[in-house]
C-alpha cells in the first residue's frame, strides 16, 4: 500500500491483525486504500504498521500531515470513535491487551519530538476495542465503525481540497457469496442503499445474494465498502463478485422476489443459532405479543439449517411452511425495516408451532402447561426426552443422584459424562472454573458444549462426570431451553416447585445410535429410556447434534463440530474436483467437496449399525444438494474392515455413473485436514506430527504415533513410534492394561505385581497375552495406545467403557502436577523410530522410589513434548522445515497441546493446531476429500513421489 515516492500526507493503521481489535487499524486502512485505489489520490500513502515507535517516527518523517487509525482504550463504549491531537497523545491510556505495539503512540511521540522528527500535523483516530483475544476476529462494534472511521478521515485529510465536479450515474451488479440467505441480509442491503440514495433492488439467487445498484460512483463504493464490513450478525460475507450493468434511471431500492438462477449454484444455509438478545428480551416482557412463545426467533437467531427442506432457504422450502402467518406476522415478514423481515422461521402463539407434554396413560398437557408438567417430573426424579432445535435430548436434575443414575442405567453409559445445561453464566461458575474465553465460547451463537474444569464441590451429583476432572456445560439454545429455568407465571408458585437450576442434557439417543430428530422416531428409540416427552409440532428435518469444544490457550478447539457449525462450508486454497468423502468409523462426519469450498457434515457418530449409516447416506445426499455436487470420486480410508468403506463401495454400485473410489492413507488425511483448514499453498510441505489411536497406513498395518512431511498429494514418513504388539486388537483397546504389558515386555521389564497393569490382570489374562505377544500378531506405532498403556502402568484406568477414558484421565493426574524434576525421554533413532522403552522403564523406576503419580503423568507429557521438539529441530536442519503441524485425536489433550505448542515456538517454529474443525476423525473427511478431490482436478498416481519434489516446508 505504500508507494515508492513518499507522498506530503500518510495514513497509517497500526495494530496486529491476529489479535482481534488490535487489527481495526489494518482493516481501516485496507478500506482506506481500496477507495483512494479507484480515484487519483497521489497526495496520499495508506500504510501499515505493527506500531513499534521507530518504525513509525521514520514512517512520518517529513510528511505535511499524518493520521494515525488504532485501536485506543480510553473508557467509552465498543466502537466509539475518538479523535486525538498531537497534544493529547502522550494522555492515552493504551489497553494491556495491545501491548504488541511496544509501547506505542505516547512513545513514538514522545522519541519524535526529542528527535525532532514529527510531522507538521498529527491526528490519531482512535476506536474503542471490545475483544483483544488472539485469532478472535474483530468485534461486531469495531466492524460496524470502520466505514465511519474511514469517512471521517477522508474527511480530514480533505478538508482543504476543492470541490470536484459531480460524478456521472452508473449501475453495477454485485453478486455478494457467502452466508448471505435466512440472516436477514436482504433487509440490511435494502436499508443501506436507501441510507445512500442508491437505486435498484436485492433478490435471493441460489447461492448467493444479488444486488444491483444505481447512482454516484463514489457513493457505490461506499456502499460496496460497508456491504463487506457491516451486516446482520449471522451473515459472513466471503466474495463479492462485481459486474457493471446498464443505467436504468429507475427511482427506489427494492427487495425483489427470489430467483432460481443457475442449478449448479451451490446454495449457503446459515447454521442454527441461539436466540438473540433482542428476541429473549421480547421473550420475558409480559405486554409483548411473543411472550413466553417457545418459538420465538427474527432473522438473527433461530432455526436455519434444521428445517430446511430444500434451497434456496425460503418458507415455503422449510418445516415453517405448514404454518401459515396470521396478518401480524405477515405485517413483519413483509416489512423491510422490521426485524423480521423475511425471517422464515417467523411465527407467533396465534400462527405458530405448539408445545406439548405427553405421558402414558395421561391427557397430553399444552404451551405452559406443558412446561410447568415437565418441572414438576423432573423435580420428581424423572427422565424427560425434550426435543430441541436438531433432535431430542434426555434431560434430568443433575443434582439427583438417582434419577442421573437411573438415566445412566437405561441408556447403558457407565462412565462417560453427562453434559449439563444452565441457565445461565453464574450457574455456571458453580459448576466449573470459567475463564473470560470459556464464558465467550458458552455465550457465542453456536451455543457449544464447553469442557471446563470442574469444581471440587460443585452441587453436581456424582454420577453425572464419574472419575472426570470436566464437565460439558452448555447454556440454552433455544426459547424453550430457556423457559424451563423459569417459573411459569401462577402453575409454578400454586404447586410450590423449585425451577430447574442444572439439568443433564445428553444427546436422544442409545449408545452407537444417530440422535433422534422426529417424534415417531424418539417414541420408537427413547420411549424404553424416558418418562416422559415434552415436544413440539414444529418438524426437524436435518438432525444435528451439539457441538463440543475446548479452549487452548484462549482459542476454541473443536472436539465435535455439529449444531451452530453446520453446513457452513470451509474455503480451500485451490480448486478441486467434484469429491464425496466417508470419513471414518468412529465420530464420523462426511463432506462434499468441488471448486473452492468443502461442506462438512454434523456429527453423526459412530457407524456401528444401519441407522449411522442411513444417517450417512442422508447426510451425504444433503451436502451433494447444497453444493450443486454430482461428486465423480469417493474417497475412502485404507482400512478394508471400515463400515465406511462397505458403504462407499455399496454406494458406487447403485450410484449413476459409478464414481471412481480413491483409497486414502488416513494419517495423510489427517494432516491434508489441517493443511486446507489453514489453507496452506498447493506446492507446500507441512512437518505434522499426527498422534491418534490406531489408522491403516499404505503398508496394512496400523498406524498412530507418526512425524509425515506431508504435501497435498503424497506424503514422507519422517518417523514414528516403535511397533508394539496390540495383544488381542479391540480387546486391548477396551482393556489398557493388556497393552500395558506388551510395553512392559517391550521395554525388558518383568511383569511383577508391583506395576498396576500387571496387578490389574488376572493370571490366565497374563498367560493369554503372553501367549499373542510371543506369535506373529496385530502390531501399532499408535502414540494414542500409548497414553492408556502409561494409564495403566500409573495405576490410574485399566478398563475403559467410553473411547480414550484412559488417556482423560491420564491427562488429568498431569493436570494435578505442580510441577516434576522427574526426566523421561524416548529414544529416537537416526533410521526414524521412536522408541517408548526407556520412558517405560523409567515410570516404572519412578513408581518404585515412591514418585507421585500425578508427576510420573506430567513427566510422561513433558518426554512427549521433548521428542516433538527433537524431531522438529532436526527436520528443519534435514528439510528446511520452519512450520509445524499438530493433528489427531491425542491432540485433544491440553496439558500436552499446550506444552507443546509453547516448547515449539520457543525453539523458533510457527505451529498449526486445528480450531475449525475437530483434530480427531471428526475432520478425517475433509482431508479426504481435499486429497481425492486435488487428485481428480490434477489427475497423479498418490502417494508417488515427484522426480525432483519441492522439499520446502511452509
Known amino acids: 500500500m505504500n508507494g515508492k515516492v ?84 502522550a494522555g492515552i491510556d493504551r489497553a494491556p491487551a495491545a501491548s504488541s505495539h511496544h509501547g506505542g503512540l505516547a512513545d513514538a511521540v514522545a522519541l519524535g519530538k526529542v528527535l525532532d522528527r514529527l510531522p507538521r500535523r498529527l491526528v490519531v483516530y482512535g476506536v474503542e476495542p471490545v475483544e483483544m483475544a488472539t485469532g478472535s476476529g474483530l468485534s461486531p462494534e469495531v466492524r460496524r465503525a470502520l466505514p465511519r472511521v474511514v469517512d471521517e478521515v477522508l474527511a480530514e485529510v480533505h478538508r482543504d481540497a476543492p470541490a470536484t465536479p459531480a460524478s456521472p450515474t452508473i449501475r453495477r451488479r454485485i453478486d455478494v457469496i457467502g452466508v448471505v440467505q435466512g440472516v436477514g441480509f436482504r433487509p440490511f442491503v435494502n436499508r443501506l442503499a436507501t441510507d445512500l440514495g442508491l437505486n435498484g433492488y436485492v433478490r435471493n439467487e441460489t447461492g448467493s445474494v444479488q444486488v444491483e445498484v444505481e447512482g454516484r460512483p463514489d457513493v457505490i463504493d461506499q456502499f460496496q465498502q460497508r456491504l463487506r464490513v457491516e451486516g446482520p450478525p449471522m451473515a459472513r460475507v466471503d466474495e463479492l463478485q462485481i459486474g457493471s450493468a446498464l443505467p436504468r434511471s429507475e427511482s427506489g431500492f427494492v427487495i425483489a422476489p427470489s430467483r432460481v438462477a443457475i442449478a449448479s449454484a451451490p446454495s449457503i444455509i446459515p447454521a442454527d443459532q441461539a436466540t438473540c438478545e433482542d428476541c429473549l428480551r421480547e421473550l420475558l416482557d409480559p405486554m409483548d405479543r411473543r411472550y413466553r412463545h417457545p418459538f420465538i426467533t427474527c432473522t438473527n437467531c433461530g432455526p436455519r439449517f434444521t428445517i430446511t427442506r430444500n434451497v434456496p432457504y425460503d418458507r415455503a422450502n422449510t418445516t415453517m411452511a405448514e404454518f401459515a402467518m396470521c396478518p401480524d406476522c405477515r405485517g413483519e415478514y413483509d416489512d423491510p425495516t422490521d426485524r423480521r423481515h423475511h425471517a422464515q422461521p417467523l411465527a407467533c402463539p396465534e400462527c405458530g408451532p405448539r408445545l406439548r407434554f405427553t405421558r402414558p396413560g395421561l391427557e397430553p398437557e399444552w404451551g405452559d402447561s406443558a412446561i410447568a408438567v415437565t418441572q414438576t417430573s423432573l423435580a420428581d426424579g424423572a427422565v424427560i426426552g425434550v426435543k430441541g ?35 445461565d453464566l453464574a450457574t455456571a461458575r458453580r459448576l466449573a472454573t470459567v475463564s473470560d474465553a470459556e464464558a465467550t465460547a458458552l455465550e457465542s451463537p453456536e451455543r457449544p458444549i464447553v469442557l471446563l474444569d470442574a469444581l471440587p464441590d460443585s452441587p453436581l451429583a456424582e454420577a453425572v462426570a464419574p ?17 424451563l429455568f423459569m417459573a411459569v407465571p401462577d402453575a409454578t408458585a400454586q404447586q410450590g416447585l423449585a425451577v430447574p437450576e442444572i439439568l443433564v442434557m445428553t444427546s436422544g439417543n442409545l449408545a452407537g445410535e444417530p440422535i433422534c430428530h422426529t417424534d415417531a422416531d424418539a417414541e420408537s428409540r427413547l420411549g424404553p429410556l424416558v418418562d416422559a416427552f415434552l415436544t413440539h409440532d414444529r418438524a426437524i428435518h436435518r438432525p444435528c447434534d451439539d457441538s463440543i469444544v475446548r479452549l487452548v490457550d484462549h482459542t476454541v478447539m473443536l472436539v465435535r463440530r455439529s449444531r451452530g457449525y453446520v453446513p ?73 474392515g471400515y463400515r465406511t468403506r462397505s458403504w462407499a463401495e455399496a ?33 507446500v510441505s507441512l512437518l505434522t506430527f499426527v498422534f491418534d489411536g490406531t489408522g ?109 477414558q484412559a488417556a482423560i484421565e491420564l491427562e488429568a493426574w498431569a493436570a494435578r502436577s505442580a510441577g516434576t524434576d522427574i526426566t523421561l525421554r524416548f529414544a529416537a533413532a537416526d533410521h526414524g523410530t521412536i522408541d517408548a522403552a526407556p520412558v517405560v522403564r523409567g515410570l516404572v523406576d519412578g513408581l518404585r522410589s515412591g514418585v507421585e503419580v500425578a508427576d510420573l503423568a506430567l513427566a510422561f507429557h513433558e518426554a512427549v513434548v521433548a521428542v516433538v521438539v527433537d524431531i522438529a529441530v532436526k527436520a528443519r536442519t534435514d528439510h528446511d522445515c520452519e512450520v509445524v503441524g499438530l493433528s489427531g485425536g491425542v491432540f485433544q489433550n491440553v496439558v500436552l497441546v499446550r506444552a507443546t505448542r509453547h516448547a515449539l515456538i520457543g525453539a523458533g517454529f510457527e505451529v498449526l493446531v486445528h480450531e475449525r474443525i475437530p483434530p480427531n476423525d471428526g475432520g478425517l473427511a475433509l482431508g479426504q476429500a481435499v486429497i481425492a478431490g486435488r487428485h481428480g482436478h490434477h489427475p497423479r498416481e498418490p502417494h508417488r513421489q515427484e522426480e525432483e519434489p519441492d522439499r520446502r516446508c511452509v
Open 568 to 640: 457452513l462450508p470451509l474455503r480451500l486454497p485451490f480448486a478441486v474436483a467434484p469429491t464425496l468423502a466417508a470419513g471414518g468409523d468412529i465420530k464420523n462426519t462426511c463432506c462434499v467437496a468441488s471448486g473452492r469450498a468443502a461442506w462438512l457434515s454434523q456429527h453423526l457418530g459412530d457407524m456401528a449399525n444401519l441407522e449411522s449409516l442411513d444417517a450417512l447416506s442422508a447426510s451425504a445426499d444433503v451436502l451433494a444438494e447444497l453444493s450443486s455436487t454430482r461428486p465423480d470420486t469417493i474417497a475412502v480410508d485404507l482400512h478394508p
Open 389 to 423: 432445535i436438531g433432535g431430542f435430548h434426555l434431560a434430568a436434575d443433575a443434582t439427583n443422584e438417582a434419577a442421573v443414575d437411573r438415566l445412566r442405567a437405561r441408556k447403558h453409559r457407565p462412565d462417560k459424562p453427562f453434559a449439563v445445561m444452565v441457565a
Open 6 to 89: 513518499r507522498a506530503p500526507v500518510a495514513v497509517i493503521g497500526i495494530g496486529t491483525e491476529m489479535r482481534g481489535d488490535d487489527g481495526l487499524g489494518p482493516a481501516a486502512a485496507a478500506l482506506l486504500h481500496e477507495q483512494l485505489r479507484t480515484g487519483d489520490n497521489p497526495d496520499i500513502d495508506v500504510v501499515i504498521l505493527d506500531g513499534e515507535p521507530t518504525r513509525l517516527i521514520e514512517e512520518w518523517r517529513d510528511r505535511e500531515m499524518v493520521v494515525v487509525i488504532d485501536a485506543v482504550k480510553n473508557g467509552g463504549d465498543g466502537g466509539e470513535i475518538h479523535r486525538v491531537e498531537i497534544g493529547d497523545i
Open 651 to 683: 454406494r458406487q454400485l447403485v450410484g449413476e455413473g459409478t464414481p471412481h473410489r480413491l483409497d486414502v492413507a488416513h494419517h495423510h488425511a489427517h494432516a491434508v485436514a489441517l493443511m486446507a483448514e489453514h489453507r496452506l499453498a498447493e506446492t
Open 696 to 804: 491403516f497406513g499404505p503398508d496394512h498395518q496400523l498406524w498412530g504415533g507418526e512425524v509425515l512431511l506431508a504435501r497435498y498429494d503424497s506424503f514422507d514418513r519422517l518417523a514414528h513410534l516403535t511397533e508394539v504388539p496390540l495383544p488381542g486388537g479391540d480387546a486391548a483397546v477396551i482393556n489398557p492394561c493388556r497393552f500395558a504389558l506388551a510395553h512392559l515386555r517391550a521395554a525388558g521389564i518383568d511383569w511383577e505385581p508391583d506395576i498396576g497393569a500387571v496387578g490389574a490382570c488376572s493370571s490366565d489374562e497374563r498367560r493369554a497375552v503372553a501367549a499373542l505377544i510371543s506369535k506373529p500378531t496385530v502390531r501399532t506405532t499408535s502414540m494414542g495406545r500409548l497414553f492408556d498403556a502409561v494409564a495403566s502402568i500409573l495405576g490410574i484406568r485399566h478398563r475403559i467403557s467410553y473411547e480414550a
Open 467 to 483: 472419575g472426570s476432572p470436566l464437565v460439558g456445560v452448555m447454556l440454552p439454545c433455544a426459547p424453550l431451553q430457556h423457559l
